[in-house]
């Protein structure tokens, strides 16, 4: 591809609805003030319901539920005195800050970095496209590093052995992008997400918790489906299409891995697999330590209900030997001083769950979201909607929303208290955990062509590098072939996955019994 003199975007009707996106886009405000209107809403619709007598029947137990009205009374001094509780118990709060402990020593000693590097410079030449792909997947466990990192490094090394330095930028943003959704293990955004999706399952069943490793399986056959689609696309639509890179930048040197990062990788390797046996012999025994003490059982069990901090060891335990070896990490203050600066970029997050939470919960107490989904569900078995049909509808339906709202916890958010409920209460109950894979598909899918996503103008001046003229157009028309092909095979995949009825993860089944 030889961008035109100006920069390049795609003409006629689908320039006019990226225009449309990128305007309504732009105009949203803040996440915060999203939650902090639409809890002000809740607040008035309830009143409004409760006149009204909007009400419907729970298909569980044959009650009536009405709305209940926050601006009574009773609703004003439930409002004021649960505030802070609302904030405390809100359950992506307390699952962030604690992984981040582990997420945070592994960025700052530097172990996320080198770990990219490893995998993509040490891959054959033939093997780059695939690890570039794959190193972009593995990033999803830390955001940033795949951004910030791996993006503009897929497009140094396509261009240091000759290839078109947008196809190697390509390539790791389909990866990094798909990583939301498909991974190989737990990372940062699982928490989030299950404790959203916790949130909102319990206002049908108050005692589920939906627990970060729900989407596990799933994510892992997800992972081989986004790396295929990667590759593929690459090599086959995106690079022919490209053609010889003749701009004007200059090749750059990468810097291979010196002795002391390759000594301490191996090190972090091994405290790996160490922990990880040391874990398994807590509930592989019969009456392992975090066994289920009186049923033995492990989907119910401490090891699943304190995932979180397992989670946070596997980051934290070899972070810190990589540190040591490498000098990052010279003595305690070295430690805390990497963790202190992630959780300090944490301001913002803790501003929006502050915000996020008055709205679940106001939601929850109103009542507004159940009497929502017994009607959604009593229409949607009306008219046939379900089975995987209704997954893939809301698969495509996540990804609109997607065009418009950067932020995935904020979407989620949103979507989840509406949508998991609804499905929990159709005839073939949904368990959560399905409804959040498709989320999380669907949010995936057009994290790559909209520029509502909060690193897409990162990406744009990464392309800018190689030639000016690469613009905003450039950057979709190049990524499209990848949304639609992944979005076409791993909607077919979950569909698929439904259909046999495979668990989506540990204590993740399709269904609700």
């Known amino acids: 591809m030889k961008p035109d003199n100006k920069t390049r975007k795609p003409g006629g009707f689908f320039s006019k609805v990226l225009d449309f996106i990128e305007v309504v886009g732009n105009r949203l405000p803040h996440p915060a003030t999203i939650f902090a209107m639409l809890a002000i809403i809740v607040v008035l619709i309830s009143a409004i319901s409760y006149w009204t007598g909007v009400s419907a029947v729970h298909p569980v137990d044959g009650n009536l539920v009405t709305a209940k009205n926050l601006l009574s009374a009773d609703g004003f001094r439930w409002m004021y005195t649960n505030i802070l509780d609302n904030f405390l118990r809100f359950p992506p709060l307390g699952y962030v800050l604690v992984v981040m402990v582990g997420i945070g020593l592994a960025e700052g000693t530097g172990l996320f970095n080198i770990m990219i590097r490893a995998l993509v410079l040490g891959a054959p030449t033939k093997m780059i496209t695939a690890a570039v792909v794959l190193a972009g997947i593995i990033s999803g466990l830390a955001v940033e590093a795949g951004y910030v990192i791996l993006i503009p490094l897929g497009a140094m090394i396509f261009h240091g052995i000759g290839r078109h330095p947008m196809a190697g930028l390509a390539a790791a943003f389909c990866g990094v992008s798909g990583g939301f959704g498909a991974n190989f293990v737990v990372g940062s955004i699982d928490p989030i997400l299950a404790g959203i999706s916790t949130s909102a399952a ?18 892992i056959a997800s992972s081989f489906v986004v790396l295929f689609v990667g ?20 090749h750059f040197v990468i810097e291979r891995l010196k002795p002391i990062e390759l000594k301490g990788l191996r090190w972090a390797g091994i405290s790996v697999l160490l922990f990880i046996i040391l874990f398994a012999f807590t ?38 030997v990589y540190g040591i070896i490498v000098g990052t990490v010279r003595n305690d203050k070295d430690m805390m001083k990497h963790i202190i600066k992630s959780m300090s970029g944490m301001g913002s997050y803790i501003v929006l769950v502050f915000f996020a939470a008055q709205f679940v919960y106001f939601f929850n107490e109103s009542n507004l979201g159940l009497i929502i989904a017994i009607r959604g569900a009593a229409g949607l078995r009306d008219i046939g909607f379900t089975g995987p049909v209704l997954i893939a509808s809301f698969v495509l339906l996540s990804a609109f929303i997607n065009l418009f709202m950067g932020s995935a916890s904020a979407k989620w958010a949103i979507i989840a208290p509406v949508f998991i409920p609804m499905l929990m209460l159709l005839d073939n109950a949904y368990h959560p955990g399905i409804t959040q894979a498709a989320f999380r598909i669907g949010d995936s899918l057009t994290n790559l062509v909209t520029p509502m996503m909060s690193y897409f103008a990162l990406i744009v001046t990464f392309a800018q590098k190689y030639d000016e003229r690469y613009g905003i157009g450039t950057i979709i028309s190049t990524m499209l072939p990848y949304t639609i092909i992944l979005g076409i095979l791993w909607i077919a995949t979950l569909m698929l996955w439904v259909w046999l009825g495979i668990p989506l993860g540990p204590d993740g089944p399709i269904y609700i019994n």
Request: hydrophobic share 50%.
């Open 202 to 219: 319990q206002m049908i069943i108050p005692d589920m918790v939906v627990n970060p490793a729900v989407n596990y399986y799933f994510m």
């Open 231 to 250: 590759v593929w696309v690459t090599d086959r639509i995106v690079e022919p299409r490209l053609g010889k890179y003749e701009g004007p930048a200059e």
């Open 283 to 320: 509930v592989i025994p019969e009456n392992g330590l975090l066994r289920h003490p009186e049923t033995g059982s492990v989907l119910h069990s401490p090891f699943f209900d304190g995932i979180i901090i397992g989670i946070l060891l596997l980051f934290f335990i070899p972070a810190l």
